[in-house]
């Protein structure tokens, strides 16, 4: 047991020193931002976008709870995750991206919205709702590490997340972005080599005996398919598969923490590296870390044995199988899978706080030294904020660590979705139809939420349960709310004024430094 905590002790150390190293390199916000003029190479940026895809939230919520619904038919949410939310995702919008955003000097998400679409409100209203939704996100990663380190560990889950929530400021407050990604590729190694070691333990157990446990899956219904089902459509195991592969796929698109990757890719070879690496980076982690979860009825035959709770499912099992001396590798692996998570997203949080709010509207003449002191003590805030969310989730269990992800991913990318990925391609999108995404998708998800309520447990189950149940289906209202901000966004497009023909020309034709042709 000692040996697994050495393993942890020397991970801290790690990241301790990485905070050191880089507590020097970013002194603008340039630097502490978008890690300089130079940009990022292919490895670090692909890196940086797997790391921060996958956290505590897949190890733990969604391979826990989707491998215990789907068996190994949860393996095709990390296929789905690496054509659709890698390889496709870089094709589509990683050139475009960055050439748009240097086009536009746009440092955030919310600034990118104010320089495309002409309109300071749409920025102030994006920001806000990126700091509050990106709250519940990080809170469920903090629930993932919290959870898994009690049971695993048997060290307090409270003092757990207050240790990493200052271990992640440090490392994040003192070097910006480029220690977040220094210590993204560190972080990547470990998760590769993480999985692949618990793949093979996993495999190897007596539990699963190889090839005779996945068939012996197929056989009592957990293989790699499912059905339709008899239930109604929105209950159906294939329709809630395919909602879940589309949100987890479909919802980094409009994700301020997966979008800022690409403002920071150097070069054209950077972006084809960062699509190779990012994908396969993908295929290995995401696939393995579902697969495990669909394994899981190999190992309990009842949810009472985990009590009743999803979350517990894969920290029960590592235990099972893992040996002592390893177990400290796997719990570095989710450690840093959801470190990288954490420090993204509050950068993200923090940037938009300080860059959009604070020096957009509250004082302009704010200084970029300021501004950067600004973001930095923003990083602590968002960190604080999240840390005492979890906790609160943890001692009255508000909810359930995948659907705190799924109702923080399908908000975001249901009101950007549109804005932003069309507004990559499409000269004719017009600010009235931004808003109209934006507002809209808010009142989409609310309404959607209360509905699926509804028709799950009827309108005399009160509301608490409505709302509950309704949350639960937050994976097919995020789908319903992206698919809800293309047509928006394009249908209000095309009755409304056409946009400025200076704000086209500054995106899509003005020629400055660092374009990617």
Not at 179 to 190: K, P, Y
Not at 209 to 238: C, R
Not at 328 to 334: A, D, N, P, S, T
């Amino acid at each position: 047991m000692w040996l697994d905590y050495v393993v942890l002790g020397i991970y801290v150390l790690a990241m301790i020193g990485i905070a050191v190293y880089t507590r020097n390199k970013s002194k603008t916000v340039n630097d502490f931002l978008l890690a300089g003029k130079k940009g990022l190479n292919g490895w670090m940026s692909a890196f940086s976008y797997g790391t921060t895809y996958f956290s505590a939230v897949i190890f733990i919520g969604y391979a826990g709870k989707f491998g215990w619904d789907f068996g190994l038919a949860a393996f095709w949410i990390g296929v789905g995750n690496a054509i659709i939310g890698g390889l496709l995702a870089w094709l589509l919008l990683a050139k475009r991206t960055k050439n748009m955003t240097n086009r536009l000097q746009a440092k955030t998400m919310p600034d990118f919205f104010e320089k495309r679409y002409g309109s300071k409100n749409l920025k102030i209203l994006s920001a806000v709702i990126i700091f509050v939704f990106l709250i519940p996100y990080a809170a469920s990663v903090y629930n993932g590490l919290g959870n898994l380190f009690e049971q695993m560990f048997n060290i307090n889950g409270t003092i757990v997340v207050v240790v990493l929530a200052l271990l992640t400021a440090l490392y994040l407050v003192f070097g910006g972005y480029f220690a977040t990604s220094l210590s993204d590729f560190v972080q990547g190694i470990i998760m590769l080599l993480g999985v692949i070691v618990m793949i093979a333990f996993f495999m190897a157990s007596s539990n699963v005996n190889g090839i005779e446990g996945l068939k012996k899956l197929s056989d009592t219904g957990f293989g790699f398919f499912v059905g339709y089902g008899e239930k109604g459509f929105f209950d159906s195991p294939m329709i809630i598969l395919i909602s879940i592969i589309l949100l987890t796929s479909l919802g980094v698109y409009g994700l301020p923490q997966t979008v800022h990757k690409y403002y920071t890719v150097r070069d054209k070879k950077a972006v084809t590296q960062g699509m190779i690496v990012s994908t396969i980076f993908a295929l290995i982690v995401g696939c393995i870390a579902y697969f495990v979860g669909g394994l899981s009825h190999l190992f309990f035959t009842g949810s009472s044995e985990f009590g009743g709770v999803t979350d517990n499912i894969i920290p029960s099992m590592l235990i099972k199988v893992i040996p002592i001396g390893l177990l400290g590798l796997i719990g570095v692996l989710v450690l840093s899978a959801s470190m990288s998570t954490l420090a993204s997203v509050s950068l993200s949080s923090a940037s938009v706080l300080s860059v959009d709010l604070y020096k957009g509207a509250i004082n302009k003449k704010a200084s970029d030294k300021n501004v950067t002191l600004v973001m930095r003590i923003m990083c602590f805030v968002f960190i604080a904020i999240s840390v005492v969310i979890a906790i609160l989730n943890k001692l009255y269990n508000i909810t359930a660590i995948a659907y705190m992800m799924s109702l923080s991913w399908g908000t975001l990318s249901g009101c950007f979705f549109g804005p932003f990925v069309l507004g990559l391609y499409s000269k004719k999108l017009t600010k009235t139809a931004a808003f109209s995404s934006i507002i809209g998708g808010l009142i989409f998800t609310a309404v959607f939420t209360v509905v699926f309520g509804i028709l799950k447990v009827g309108g005399a189950a009160g509301f608490g349960n409505i709302l509950k149940a309704g949350v639960a289906s937050s994976p097919l209202t995020g789908v319903l709310c992206m698919c809800f901000s293309v047509v928006i966004t394009l249908v209000v497009s095309a009755f409304t004024k056409k946009p400025d023909e200076q704000l086209v020309h500054d995106a899509f034709e003005k020629q400055v430094d660092n374009l990617i042709i």
